[in-house]
């Protein structure tokens, strides 16, 4: 039987649809298969742009010999973590537990009730560094399962029962407050790296969440050290390796300390998040750096990212071919002084190597060099520099380009919505403001049904079949939140909260906790539940953003009640490990800010109106919201009631629907906010 891939439209999926192995989805009817052949299931998850996950589809899944002992003794199922997100939560929670790492490819063996018995990562085709081949790993569990099935079933009812015991009970105990906030600060303060900007040491990842925090803080309190540290870390980040100096967008994570060398592949979310930081700091410092970024971020995601059908791909791959024709991790983006020679000649090679960072000996393999902006390069001829990096970008452009992993995922789409919707208003782009709408318009058009549940993933504009998580509804709702305010088009409002209300319907626990699948979601050995910002927001700490704001424009005590509800995750964990609850941070500080409520009211054509338009975008104050339009239009809860003053406009700040009088000077609204 040939392997049941080729209909999927998950590009991770796809790219085994050829191999010997027999692979299954993940369904009902591949553990039905194990039942009736009586055999374990080898779960095997990856995602597209993950090296090893290539590397041992490559070495083993490729291969016929292994695939003949899979096939014979396992069934086989391969899952994307990025679409089945509830899969892969569940069980590396227990590969964590089992062996205190985890990562992928995570390679689990299952009875076929789905209990993990025998779990991993990657496993080499012979034997080394003291790691089993997988050959001998598949031998082994077949002869566990032949010959001690008792103790196999023991061990796996085991690791059932201590996950299921796992549940959080970290709702409902209050709200953080001003004591927590201060801890977290100074948590953050005692990781930070004074050197290199960034917390912790190597492998570094971009902190976004926390920076997002840090800016609130200093926003909120006049912290100069909060605002010290996200400057610093920012100017680090953008003058390191890990930014694309050409092209614009950031990679993964850096490899070492001081952001040299980046692990290559580029995460939608990754850049929705940083684009959205760098805006957001700018509004803080007017710093041309950050400017600069996150227009170029921006751009990276609408030219490389973006899809036909107006969504944002997932990932670009951090290898390619290079000149030999193997494919190698950044071979895209790396160069050598000989290389830059051949584009540029003697003169301005010389002047792009000292720019650059570009050395004889490389700061990355064979001899090549990441990209950098070292600070002790000194200033250089600015149109001189446009020239040549335009002249790089070109020759770079004949390269092999890394593959892309086509599949539109809610949730990073909807972090997308809201960076292009920011970043366009603040800084005059309203193509960048149109291609939120467009990556909107499709996830109302493909990815919602009519009673607003979300499907996960679509690919060339047809939905998956995967129900979307709680990070897709709160992600979703964050994204047409901020495109409700800079568009005036209520009508986002609108959406949001239909997926809120699902939020607090179908994902709410007792005591305000947060479940990450729906109450009537496909059943797991155990319901996923995680409040902690990895890569991204985690569902729960985004749903509790979107809802303050939610409840800030309309009001509503339920959604500010859910809200409040959910952060009592951040009193717990905030003092404790503020890196990984950085968003759930950031949402606290709008919470105690109020947030503020704004309503701008005039006609559209008004040049006083737009101004103080533009100063309520321009506000720093965590979380706040804004309202634009004429005066009692029925777009937004918050222009009702909202009268022109003295015959022309005039903006509206509350905190808690109560409202300081009605200004009508830019200024005076600019101390306000």
């Known amino acids: 039987m040939a392997n049941r891939l080729a209909h999927e439209t998950s590009p991770y999926l796809l790219q085994h649809a050829d191999n010997p192995v027999d692979w299954w989805p993940w369904s009902a009817e591949a553990f039905e298969e194990a039942r009736r052949r009586d055999v374990p299931v080898l779960l095997s998850v990856g995602y597209s742009s993950c090296h090893w996950c290539h590397v041992m589809a490559h070495e083993s899944f490729e291969d016929e010999a292994t695939a003949a002992l899979v096939n014979e003794n396992f069934v086989a199922v391969k899952v994307d973590r990025e679409e089945r997100p509830d899969v892969d939560a569940v069980y590396m929670e227990a590969v964590q537990a089992a062996t205190g790492q985890g990562g992928w490819p995570m390679t689990v063996f299952l009875t076929p009730d789905a209990a993990p018995f025998y779990f991993g990562t990657y496993f080499p085709p012979a034997p080394r560094h003291g790691m089993p081949s997988f050959p001998e790993v598949l031998e082994g569990v077949k002869g566990a399962w032949a010959d001690r099935r008792d103790e196999v079933g023991e061990v796996a009812e085991r690791i059932v029962k201590d996950l299921a015991g796992r549940s959080l009970a970290y709702g409902g105990d209050g709200v953080p407050g001003e004591e927590e906030l201060a801890q977290a600060l100074l948590g953050l303060v005692r990781e930070y790296d004074a050197t290199h900007g960034g917390f912790g040491g190597a492998p570094k990842f971009p902190p976004s969440m926390a920076l997002e925090f840090l800016l609130r803080h200093h926003a909120r309190t006049g912290a100069e050290g909060a605002l010290q540290m996200a400057a610093d870390t920012c100017e680090a980040m953008a003058r390191g390796g890990i930014y694309d100096q050409l092209g614009g967008g950031f990679a993964r994570y850096a490899v070492d300390r001081a952001w040299v060398v980046p692990h290559f592949e580029k995460m939608l979310y990754d850049n929705a998040l940083l684009c959205r930081v760098y805006a957001h700091l700018w509004k803080a410092t007017g710093s041309d750096l950050a400017r600069r970024v996150a227009l170029e971020t921006a751009d990276f995601m609408v030219r490389e990212l973006r899809t036909p059908e107006g969504g944002f791909a997932s990932a670009l791959d951090a290898d390619s071919e290079d000149v030999t024709g193997k494919h190698v991790e950044g071979a895209y983006y790396v160069w050598t002084p000989a290389q830059l020679a051949d584009v540029l000649g003697a003169e301005d090679a010389a002047l792009a190597a000292a720019h650059y960072g570009v050395t004889e000996d490389g700061t990355f393999e064979h001899g090549s060099s990441v990209l950098q902006l070292p600070r002790e390069a000194g200033p250089a001829d600015a149109d001189r520099m446009t020239s040549i990096a335009a002249r790089l970008l070109a020759a770079r452009s004949e390269r092999e380009r890394p593959g892309r992993d086509d599949k539109v995922v809610a949730a990073w789409n909807g972090l997308a919505i809201a960076a292009l919707a920011e970043t366009g208003a603040l800084f005059d782009r309203p193509d960048l403001v149109e291609r939120a709408t467009e990556a909107a318009d499709l996830l109302v058009r493909v990815h919602m049904d009519e009673s607003a549940r979300l499907t996960r993933t679509s690919k060339d504009g047809r939905a998956g079949a995967n129900a979307g998580v709680l990070e897709d509804y709160a992600d979703v709702a964050e994204g047409f939140l901020a495109l409700a305010a800079v568009t005036g088009e209520g009508a986002w409002l609108d959406f949001a909260g239909f997926l809120l209300d699902l939020v607090i319907d179908r994902f709410t626990a007792e005591g305000g906790a947060l479940y990450d699948t729906a109450h009537d979601a496909e059943a797991l050995i155990r319901r996923p539940q995680d409040p902690t910002d990895n890569a991204a927001p985690s569902g729960w700490t985004a749903a509790a953003g979107a809802l303050l704001s939610y409840a ?23 003092p404790r490990a503020p890196r990984f609850i950085g968003w759930g941070l950031a949402v606290s500080e709008a919470l105690l800010d109020g947030p503020r409520e704004i309503a701008v009211v005039g006609a559209p054509g008004d040049e006083a109106f737009r101004e103080l338009r533009r100063t309520a975008l321009l506000a720093t104050a965590p979380g706040a919201v804004l309202a634009f339009g004429a005066p009692d239009s029925e777009e937004f809860p918050l222009l ?28 005076e609204l600019r101390r306000k906010l």
Do not use: I, M, N, Q
């Open 552 to 574: 800030a424009h309309t009001g509503s005590d339920a959604h500010r009640a859910a809200a409040e509800g959910a952060l009592g995750v951040v009193k717990a964990l905030g």
């Open 640 to 667: 009702r009631d909202r009268p022109l003053v003295a015959g022309g406009p005039a903006a509206y700040v509350c905190r808690h629907f109560t409202c300081d009088a009605p200004v009508t000077d830019p200024d």
